[in-house]
């Protein structure tokens, strides 16, 4: 039997041909922002040596208008899309049982005591209303790898980039007038699991000191615990701790988290942008052994990952492996792989 593999492979070379030319001609070209704007997606913060959430460096390369040096692959498309679906899947749901309120409500608030006038811009995923409670929620679609820690752990927790999201959404829907309008009073980050389709719930406040309360519920509205993030340990205590920490310390460290220090990094951002200085990038693009071993004795590097930097391996922080700008930030650092 003979197989023809040019008439075989021929629809699927075409239509790989057609959606990269689609996507490359919708996306925007870049630009500089002319105005102080960041967006809740944006929010990081440091925490002593530890950074969570959007790199200062990717943020400063984004408002300045440079050009990504790793545009979107039609891979990373398809993800977007596929948590677009279920975005528009569980609204559906929510509308079918007539909860469904609004959705993409606008969010457009002045940081408190900004140097530069940030305004946060943004959309919330979904109001519903319940038992006269109204609530907003965040949906996030996430892979099997993540749903582990995120959904199934025996600590379940929301990812530090996903939290502090909600954090600006609470704080809108308490903290300003045009918030306070939408007489809100919960707001929830909704997880699905894109392989199993199973969802988890956290809701998310904030006390009188500026950090989160998570309180998780499963898929059945069964209430798992609430932490107040407040008392967890930081990363100074689990470096002053002897040994190593365990990663679930590390992960709970990473939430640490308060309002005022996501206000603050969004202001110093434009401090680099408008004086054209270039920051340090946040994150290790490629560590050196006593970065590893630090971040090793913190709980946040495994010791594999370790053992590879120790026998000369380049080994590197993830959020650099898949930045926008991984290449532009490369040649910035003087970094060159033959």
């Given at each position: 039997m003979s197989i023809n593999l040019r008439s075989d492979v021929n629809f699927i070379t075409d239509a790989f041909k057609q959606e990269m030319n689609e996507m490359r001609s919708s996306e925007r070209g870049a630009y500089a922002r002319t105005q102080n704007i960041a967006w809740p997606s944006e929010a990081g913060c440091s925490l002593g040596k530890i950074s969570v959430g959007e790199c200062t460096r990717k943020m400063y390369y984004r408002i300045s208008g440079v050009a990504p040096t790793e545009p979107m692959s039609i891979t990373g498309k398809n993800v977007c899309d596929a948590g677009n679906l279920y975005e528009d899947y569980l609204i559906n749901k929510f509308k079918k049982y007539g909860m469904y309120k609004d959705s993409q409500i606008k969010l457009d608030f002045l940081i408190p005591d900004s140097k530069h006038k940030v305004q946060v811009n943004g959309r919330m995923d979904l109001l519903i209303e319940h038992n006269k409670q109204r609530s907003v929620i965040e949906i996030k679609s996430?892979?099997?790898?993540?749903?582990?820690?995120?959904?199934?752990?025996?600590?379940?927790?929301?990812?530090?980039?996903?939290?502090?999201?909600?954090?600006?959404?609470?704080?809108?829907?308490?903290?300003?007038?045009?918030?306070?309008?939408?007489?809100?009073?919960?707001?929830?980050?909704?997880?699905?699991?894109?392989?199993?389709?199973?969802?988890?719930?956290?809701?998310?406040?904030?006390?009188?000191s500026g950090y989160a309360i998570l309180t998780s519920y499963?898929?059945?509205?069964?209430?798992?615990?609430?932490?107040?993030?407040?008392?967890?340990?930081?990363?100074?205590?689990?470096?002053?701790?002897?040994?190593?920490?365990?990663?679930?310390?590390?992960?709970?460290?990473?939430l640490k988290i308060n309002i005022k220090d996501i206000f603050d990094k969004f202001d110093k951002i434009y401090d680099y942008a408008r004086s054209n200085t270039l920051p340090k990038c946040d994150y290790n693009m490629i560590y050196t052994q006593a970065q590893a071993e630090y971040e090793h004795n913190i709980g946040r590097l495994s010791k594999m990952?370790?053992?590879k930097v120790k026998k000369g391996e380049v080994v590197g922080d993830t959020k650099c492996q898949y930045c926008d700008f991984r290449t532009k930030c490369m040649q910035d650092n003087g970094i060159s792989f033959k």
């Amino acid at each position: 039997m003979s197989i023809n593999l040019r008439s075989d492979v021929n629809f699927i070379t075409d239509a790989f041909k057609q959606e990269m030319n689609e996507m490359r001609s919708s996306e925007r070209g870049a630009y500089a922002r002319t105005q102080n704007i960041a967006w809740p997606s944006e929010a990081g913060c440091s925490l002593g040596k530890i950074s969570v959430g959007e790199c200062t460096r990717k943020m400063y390369y984004r408002i300045s208008g440079v050009a990504p040096t790793e545009p979107m692959s039609i891979t990373g498309k398809n993800v977007c899309d596929a948590g677009n679906l279920y975005e528009d899947y569980l609204i559906n749901k929510f509308k079918k049982y007539g909860m469904y309120k609004d959705s993409q409500i606008k969010l457009d608030f002045l940081i408190p005591d900004s140097k530069h006038k940030v305004q946060v811009n943004g959309r919330m995923d979904l109001l519903i209303e319940h038992n006269k409670q109204r609530s907003v929620i965040e949906i996030k679609s996430v892979s099997e790898f993540k749903a582990a820690k995120i959904m199934n752990s025996e600590i379940p927790l929301p990812s530090s980039s996903n939290l502090m999201q909600a954090m600006l959404y609470k704080y809108y829907t308490t903290s300003t007038e045009a918030g306070k309008a939408l007489n809100v009073d919960n707001v929830y980050l909704m997880y699905v699991n894109r392989s199993m389709g199973s969802t988890f719930y956290y809701k998310v406040c904030i006390d009188d000191s500026g950090y989160a309360i998570l309180t998780s519920y499963d898929l059945a509205g069964r209430e798992l615990g609430t932490v107040n993030l407040k008392d967890v340990k930081s990363f100074e205590d689990l470096e002053r701790t002897p040994g190593v920490s365990e990663s679930d310390e590390a992960r709970l460290a990473e939430l640490k988290i308060n309002i005022k220090d996501i206000f603050d990094k969004f202001d110093k951002i434009y401090d680099y942008a408008r004086s054209n200085t270039l920051p340090k990038c946040d994150y290790n693009m490629i560590y050196t052994q006593a970065q590893a071993e630090y971040e090793h004795n913190i709980g946040r590097l495994s010791k594999m990952k370790l053992n590879k930097v120790k026998k000369g391996e380049v080994v590197g922080d993830t959020k650099c492996q898949y930045c926008d700008f991984r290449t532009k930030c490369m040649q910035d650092n003087g970094i060159s792989f033959k």
